[in-house]
């Protein structure tokens, strides 16, 4: 199963994520809700430093599934945005999949 947990701030901002699993939905190379996650994710994370330029940190391992993801002090709205719009996509995912794949969890920090 994926664990993605999100976290926000006081301000009730999306800040950070950290994903770890793999889905076992099906069969590596076919496993479409492994696949799904991991596009947001990983596009999520190339349009923060693609297009807002803002400075974060990241950890990854691929044996696991980890992926560690944080913005720096003095990020941008538009990061912001970027991390609403991959939690609204993971929701989709959970609902049209359940949690027996993905589970999405929220933390306040």
Sequence with gaps: ???V???K???KEYTAFH???HAEYADAGEDIVCAAVSVLVINTINSVEHF???EYDLVTE???GLIEFSLKNGYSKESLLLIQSLVLG???IQENYGTEYMTLIFKEV
Excluded: K
Aim: proline residues 0%; glycine residues 10%.
């Design 9 to 11: 701030n006081q301000a």
């Design 62 to 64: 691929q044996e696991s």
């Design 19 to 21: 994903c770890i699993g």
């Design 1 to 3: 199963m994926i664990q």
């Design 90 to 92: 993971l929701q989709g």
């Design 5 to 7: 947990t999100i976290f």
């Design 52 to 54: 807002v330029h803002d």
